[in-house]
């Protein structure tokens, strides 16, 4: 059912900035991008969404490609506490289809 | 403000025995959705409700099924386990339509 696509894994030195990609194939006009991470042990965690604009906040940056196909999680700078399994996914009213996501090491 | 509160957090039945486990949303958030988690399969969508409705189901076989409170709480009913339904079920409530979802810390089934 998961309507994303993305690496299954990544690695990041730590205070580097990492580029965590997303391919939407099937998207609709309506649907919202939403990112969420897994730390081990512990429930999902919002990250950011948007639907078409590039959008920032505290945690990341979001951007969105101009046909939407696409969009690209940005971690300004990774620390080891950003470890985690990173999901993308396409929200279709308060249906939420979780992928595989991507699994991202820090290396100190 | 109190997290979204899933009750029990660990437990253990037998093949054929049925299994209720309770969620408690943010106050204030009327839509539960809950999502079953297994290292094969990943996270996957079970059922959303809002306003004590079933608005949307994943796909899953009707032994799985939910209800929601006029209070927004909400549990998920299994019947007649089997050893595939070991798993974290996790809830989660939002606020809004396509809006960030708040999960809570999961109730982890093992069957026996």
């Known amino acids: 059912d998961a309507k994303t696509t993305q690496p299954n894994s990544m690695e990041s030195n730590e205070e580097e900035p990492v580029h965590l990609p997303c391919n939407h194939s099937?998207?609709?006009?309506?649907?919202?991008i939403h990112w969420y991470r897994q730390l081990p042990s512990q429930g999902p965690e919002y990250v950011i969404h948007?639907?078409?604009s590039n959008v920032n906040n505290r945690m990341a940056s979001l951007a969105i490609a101009e046909d939407r196909k696409s969009s690209t999680l940005i971690l300004h700078r990774a620390t080891l506490r950003d470890a985690a399994v990173y999901y993308c996914?396409?929200?279709?009213?308060?249906?939420?289809?979780f992928g595989t996501g991507t699994s991202l090491t820090v290396i100190p | 403000k109190a997290g979204v509160t899933q009750t029990p957090r660990y437990l253990i039945k037998t093949r054929g025995q049925q299994v209720t486990l309770s969620c408690s949303p943010i106050?204030?958030?009327?839509?539960v959705s809950w999502y079953q988690q297994t290292p094969g399969q990943g996270l996957q969508f079970l059922f959303e409700?809002?306003?004590?409705?079933?608005?949307n189901k994943g796909n899953f076989p009707g032994r799985f099924s939910g209800r929601q409170f006029s209070n927004s709480r909400s549990e998920m009913n299994v019947s007649t386990l089997e050893l595939g339904d070991s798993a974290l079920y996790l809830c989660?409530?939002?606020?809004?339509?396509?809006?960030?979802?708040?999960f809570g810390e999961g109730s982890r089934l093992t069957v026996l």
């Open positions: 989660a409530s939002s606020l809004r339509e396509a809006g960030e979802l708040f």
């Open positions: 099937t998207i609709s006009g309506t649907d919202y």
């Open positions: 948007g639907l078409t």
């Open positions: 996914i396409d929200a279709t009213g308060n249906q939420f289809y």
């Open positions: 106050s204030g958030h009327r839509s």
């Open positions: 409700y809002f306003s004590e409705t079933q608005r």
